[in-house]
């Protein structure tokens, strides 16, 4: 195979013959290299946007499906309610909101006293300022001032202050504490209103799901491209990010100007968003990465292998941050800790023991062994791999976690069963699969001790049981 173009003459290479004629690429050759260079650019910005777009979905959920608007506060605590959200802990309520700082102005954001993690999110996902125990106010309450881009206010004495680099902004905790009456306390205190009502605030409204379907994994097809264009046109564009914007202008898709590809630029776009899911999905599920591997020769992942604002000393970590926020949403300094008993640590597993991926109609054990390094508690949920989210299950039970009444062996070891039918009295310890879906999990700790940093506590791999 000739490895330089030729003057005149034909060039085998791996998207067909390429002509030239006296230097010059032929028309057809013209038309195959434009063709080609869109598609790989419009699949490399699939996955430059997965962050953004999924916020962008997230915050439409919000104001389409449960009618909350900027001020509004979405409360998660059911199965049922959680259903539409990627990744989420079965067992720990969440209180979110999605507000445009361009259309409310500074807010501020009363947070309570409390056993709460949370966190102020930019819609690329960084963090702000991490809320609660491992926030500024270290889980001691206090009064966050959120400022927009280009945003001041004259006083801000009593304030912590914070400056978000975009409009649209993600804040919100979740309760680490099982007791209802106090995820109630928290959801009641934690308060949020504009600035400029601060001397007579309103109280927040709160919302639920209420039962409703709603879809929180990254639209496919235009309607993904979609979402990136209102982003480009509601958001500054950020110094890292300007040579992906100028990949996206010849595909339809530029600052300042509506939504409307042609019809080759709609054709391209969405075989793009089919090819780059499936390239996010090989990134998330089959990390190639050597950190990844928690312990060596199991099939235990280090689930996010990014620093909260995503950079590092020589490049942004593009392929990293493609897998976390393909199968999840938000990060913050508190699920990035290298601190024992701070914040929280996730280790994912797509794989049994044996190197096969995890299926629903199949039955699994896994034993959680003695003295799990924790100061607060584990917690160990399922998730679909199409959706993300939980397994839909007529049980409607997605994970288990410590704090619950769970059937311990001798040694205070724990048996987790996965199947689609559950073992007999030992029901308490089983989470349902689906026969036909594929399955990951995540097992959380929460304020991780010594001994996870250190790897003197490991977990064992998933076994199959024939």
């Known amino acids: 195979m000739k490895t330089e173009l030729p003057t005149t003459g034909v060039l085998e290479t791996r998207i067909g013959q390429l002509r030239f004629e006296g230097g010059y690429p032929s028309n057809e050759t013209v038309d195959k290299l434009y063709e080609e260079m869109d598609f790989q650019r419009a699949t490399q910005a699939y996955i430059?946007?997965?962050p953004l777009v999924s916020f962008a979905q997230w915050q439409e959920q919000h104001e389409q499906v449960f009618g909350a608007e900027d001020g509004d506060l979405v409360f998660y605590v059911s199965y049922r309610d959680k259903l539409g959200l990627l990744t989420s802990n079965a067992t720990t309520p969440y209180l979110l909101g999605f507000p445009n700082l361009f259309r409310t102005g500074p807010l501020v954001i009363e947070v309570p006293a409390g056993q709460i993690a949370g966190a102020i999110l930019d819609f690329w996902q960084r963090p702000v300022a991490d809320l609660g125990l491992t926030g500024p106010d270290m889980g001691a309450g206090g009064k966050y001032l959120l400022l927009g881009p280009g945003q001041e206010v004259d006083d801000t004495s009593g304030y912590i202050?914070?400056?978000?680099?975009?409009?649209?902004?993600?804040h919100g905790i979740r309760v680490l504490l099982p007791a209802p009456e106090e995820a109630k306390r928290l959801r009641e205190a934690y308060q949020v209103y504009p600035?400029?009502?601060r001397k007579d605030?309103?109280?927040?409204?709160?919302?639920?799901?209420?039962?409703?379907?709603?879809?929180?994994?990254?639209?496919?097809?235009l309607e993904y491209w979609k979402l990136v264009s209102k982003m480009l046109n509601e958001e500054p564009v950020h110094e890292r990010d300007r040579m992906t914007v100028a990949l996206l202008k010849p595909l339809g898709i530029e600052k300042g100007k509506p939504f409307q590809p042609d019809a080759r630029q709609k054709k391209i776009l969405e075989a793009a968003a089919v090819v780059g899911e499936a390239m996010a999905k090989s990134l998330s599920y089959a990390k190639r990465q050597e950190e990844a591997l928690m312990y060596p020769g199991r099939q235990w992942k280090n689930a996010i292998l990014l620093e909260a604002d995503q950079e590092t000393e020589n490049y942004t970590a593009l392929d990293e941050r493609t897998a976390w926020f393909y199968e999840a949403v938000t990060l913050s300094a508190g699920?990035?800790?290298k601190t024992p008993g701070k914040g929280q640590v996730y280790l994912g597993v797509q794989k049994d023991g044996n190197g096969k991926w995890l299926q629903g109609g199949d039955f699994y054990t896994l034993r959680i062994p003695p003295n799990p390094p924790v100061e607060q508690f584990w917690a160990m949920t399922l998730y679909d791999t199409e959706t993300r989210c939980f397994i839909g299950n007529e049980h409607e039970i997605a994970g288990l976690d410590s704090r619950m009444d769970l059937v311990k062996n001798a040694d205070g070891s724990v048996d987790l069963y996965f199947g689609p039918e559950p073992p007999k009295r030992l029901e308490k310890n089983w989470?349902?699969?689906v026969s036909g879906r594929g399955w990951f999990a995540y097992f959380r700790l929460y304020a991780p001790t010594e001994a996870y940093f250190d790897r003197r506590w490991a977990l064992p791999d998933l076994v199959r049981v024939e």
Do not use: E
């Open 335 to 337: 699920m990035t800790t």
């Open 201 to 221: 605030p309103p109280r927040t409204r709160i919302v639920t799901p209420g039962g409703k379907d709603w879809q929180g994994w990254q639209p496919g097809g």
């Open 48 to 50: 430059w946007a997965i």
């Open 161 to 170: 202050v914070v400056q978000a680099p975009m409009n649209n902004i993600m």
């Open 195 to 197: 600035y400029s009502k």
């Open 431 to 433: 989470i349902p699969t």
